[in-house]
Antibody, heavy 122, light 106 residues
Framework: EVQLVESGGGLVQPGRSLKLSCLAS????????MNWIRQAPGKGLEWVASISSSSSYIYYADTVKGRFTISRDNAKNTLYLQMTSLRSEDTALYYCASMDTVAGAYYVMDAWGQGASVTVSS | EIVLTQSPTTMAASPGEKVTLNCLAS?????MNWYQQKSGASPKLWIY???NLASGVPNRFSGSGSGTSYSLTISSMEAEDVATYYC?????????FGSGTKLEIK
């Protein structure tokens, strides 16, 4: 069974840092691109960052570029999101999601974790 | 950045009613994916590649569209379809989601 389990969330003051982890199981983690998506309370989904299977390609949303760093450790089946200079608007539930290719033609974010809650407040 | 505009923002449908949710892209995309999110739960892949149902999705759901205009249709609304539906484009970075359509039952 494919499982993604996020951890590392919590309450943090503005300007401070926090690192999220996403432990993957049930599939060959090193073969898949991965993503972070967030959802502010009562709001919609916002893509945050993506990383390819070998970390060769990395992309960020403009809202987090320069402050957040996505990385992965394939030996540990773990995806990370290092968040620095946190702002109140970064308060959200952060999901990790795997990126698969279906029928050799379509990318899909098919497996999602349950989310890690990040609250930025003084 | 490709902006996805979903309409309506909220709608209520009666059991058995046909429902159509729309997603308009600011630039042409190759295909559209749709996600269903129920209250308090993680999003689930619902439709991929514009018209392909994800595993376990009832066949009363369908997807269509091309270029900049896409839609998700429910042929006959059921209570279990109450959720928020999001479109997602993966044709180019930055990846973008629509703002969602909240579907309720009358």
């Amino acid at each position: 069974e494919v499982q993604l389990v996020e951890s590392g969330g919590g309450l943090v003051q503005p300007g401070r840092s926090l690192k999220l982890s996403c432990l993957a199981s049930g599939f060959t983690f090193s073969n898949y691109g991965m993503n972070w998506i967030r959802q502010a309370p009562g709001k919609g989904l916002e893509w945050v960052a993506s990383i390819s299977s070998s970390s060769s390609y990395i992309y960020y949303a403009d809202t987090v570029k320069g402050r957040f760093t996505i990385s992965r450790d394939n030996a540990k089946n773990t995806l990370y999101l290092q968040m620095t200079s946190l702002r109140s608007e970064d308060t959200a539930l952060y999901y990790c999601a795997s990126m698969d290719t279906v029928a050799g033609a379509y990318y899909v974010m098919d497996a999602w974790g349950q989310g890690a809650s990040v609250t930025v407040s003084s | 950045e490709i902006v996805l505009t979903q309409s309506p923002t909220t709608m209520a449908a009666s059991p058995g009613e046909k429902v159509t949710l729309n997603c308009l892209a600011s630039s042409s995309v190759s295909y559209m994916n749709w996600y269903q999110q129920k209250s308090g739960a993680s999003p689930k892949l619902w439709i991929y590649g514009t018209s392909n149902l994800a595993s376990g999705v009832p066949n009363r759901f369908s997807g269509s569209g091309s270029g900049t205009s896409y839609s998700l249709t429910i042929s006959s609304m059921e209570a279990e379809d109450v959720a928020t539906y999001y479109c997602l484009q993966l044709s180019s970075y930055p990846l973008t989601f629509g703002s969602g359509t909240k579907l309720e039952i009358k």
